[in-house]
């Protein structure tokens, strides 16, 4: 057997491997992080550390995950057509944002016809967060089994629209007291979104991102406890928000690092909730001149998700850069996880990634950078107030550049748009969005705003005539 499958020593695969560097040193080979981590050419059981293991706690309604439609619309007629569509062709749940959500009149008919004890539904509201929550609640009809999802979460509406027409603590204490009077009636409900996606969006590292899902989710917790409620009804009540893009190792390991961190913030806090993850696709991924790699990004996004033990995941349109997506484009959202699902089976495995000396430690490191940053938050005084003294974009701003110089450089690459360029790419449907006015008030910060990565080769392709 030794003799079929030999078991090389790291000695043997030095050997190798500076035969094959030829005059290069053997360290050009560890790549470093926006984190500072350091990406070793090789893991083994001599350098790594003991197995870990941070599986989903079970599956969605008998699926591996929950597969989660977005669907953004302001006619109350034409969302609801899309919201069943959807469902019929596959989703298990739904989340809704857009004009849609401004009152429960046009909520109620969007979601006509929809079991919504059978079909979780979720807002993204941003600072509205607590009006569409009321608006949800009737739409539900006093129901005790429906399952809602208010995904209320202020701060990061805040960090993206650097304004806010209260004071962010009058927001934060509005979406507290929102939650704690709808608990009794629905107890089935999820109040809070706990994101970090805000800091991937604007080109934050990892570990800023999960540091700033940890740190959301204590001003949430303190919060409730204010208005009321328990920490274990409010860390029950809340749903952990990550991004995940085309790079699926330190995806899937970033969903591993979060349900790590969220099982020592339980300590802390003397409670025990199983942590539940929504992952979206990332839109600073996205190309817009040539949509159509956007499904291979797409697709490595899913498997992230997948993989790492996202209890949901959302995919975009592969048209997303350019609006919002049509029903061609969800539909292929939908297809592509169904396709993960049912004909891959990524989820025939609990935590597929364990064992793997390599995932398993970019797991524990993230977790760690991840912590870092959260504990650096907390001697800030907290989210508001590392947000009000822009420490928290200062540092995701340097890490953008970091991010895009290796772009301009050549050292990073993205497929369709620096690499493997169409010369004439095909367009692809979508919807036209609605501008959305500034935020204005009594509250401001330097805005954590999105960027996409392609955005700027694709200004370069459009002054050359391409």
Not at 176 to 205: I, W
Not at 259 to 284: D, H, Y
Not at 372 to 399: H, M, P, S, Y
């Amino acid at each position: 057997m030794s003799d079929t499958f030999p078991n090389p020593s790291p000695a043997d695969w030095r050997a190798l491997a500076e035969k094959a560097l030829k005059d290069r040193p053997l360290e050009s080979l560890v790549h470093l992080d926006a984190d500072g981590l350091a990406v070793r050419p090789l893991y083994a059981a001599v350098t790594g550390g003991p197995p870990l293991s941070a599986p989903r706690p079970s599956d969605a309604e008998g699926r591996a995950w929950d597969v989660r439609t977005l669907v953004e619309g302001d006619d109350p007629v034409a969302t609801n057509a899309a919201v069943l569509a959807d469902l019929v062709g596959g989703a298990a749940s739904v989340l809704l944002k857009g004009a849609v959500l401004a009152d429960s009149a046009p909520l109620s008919r969007a979601l006509e016809g929809v079991a919504l004890e059978l079909a979780p539904v979720g807002l993204d509201a941003g600072l509205d967060g607590p009006e569409a929550a009321n608006a949800l609640a009737v739409a539900a009809k006093g129901s005790p089994r429906a399952r809602l999802m208010f995904h209320m979460d202020p701060l990061s509406a805040f960090a993206e629209a650097g304004a806010a027409p209260r004071t962010i603590d009058e927001h934060l204490m509005l979406a507290a007291n929102t939650a704690a009077r709808h608990a009794g009636a629905y107890p089935e409900a999820a109040f809070f979104m706990a994101g970090g996606r805000v800091v991937h969006e604007a080109g934050g590292s990892i570990g800023q991102e999960l540091g700033f899902v940890a740190a959301n989710a204590v001003a949430l917790v303190k919060a409730s406890v204010a208005a009321g409620m328990t920490v274990e009804a409010a860390l029950k009540g809340t749903v952990l928000g990550v991004s995940l893009d085309q790079e699926y190792f330190d995806g899937l390991a970033k969903v591993r690092a979060l349900r790590l961190m969220w099982r020592t913030l339980n300590r802390a806090f003397g409670v025990e909730t199983p942590a539940v993850i929504e992952a979206r696709s990332s839109r600073r991924m996205l190309s817009a001149r040539d949509p159509w790699p956007n499904l291979l990004r797409l697709t490595a996004a899913g498997y992230a998700g997948a993989v790492g033990g996202a209890d949901a995941v959302v995919l975009d349109g592969l048209s997303r850069a350019n609006g919002r997506s049509d029903a061609f484009a969800r539909r292929q959202a939908r297809n592509t996880q169904a396709v993960l699902m049912e004909e891959a089976h990524l989820g025939r495995v609990d935590d597929p990634a364990a064992g793997s000396w390599f995932l398993d430690a970019r797991t524990r490191d993230l977790a760690e950078a991840g912590w870092a940053e959260f504990q650096r938050i907390e001697a800030e005084d907290g989210l508001v107030t590392a947000l009000r003294t822009g420490n928290i974009q200062d540092r995701a701003a340097a890490a953008r550049a970091e991010r895009e110089a290796a772009l301009a450089s050549g050292a990073s690459q993205l497929v369709g748009v620096t690499k493997f360029v169409d010369p004439d790419p095909r367009p692809a449907p979508f919807e036209a969005e609605t501008l959305r006015l500034p935020q204005t008030g009594s509250d401001v910060c330097k805005p954590l705003t999105p960027i996409r990565l392609a955005a700027p080769f694709e200004t370069q392709a459009r002054e050359a005539g391409q």
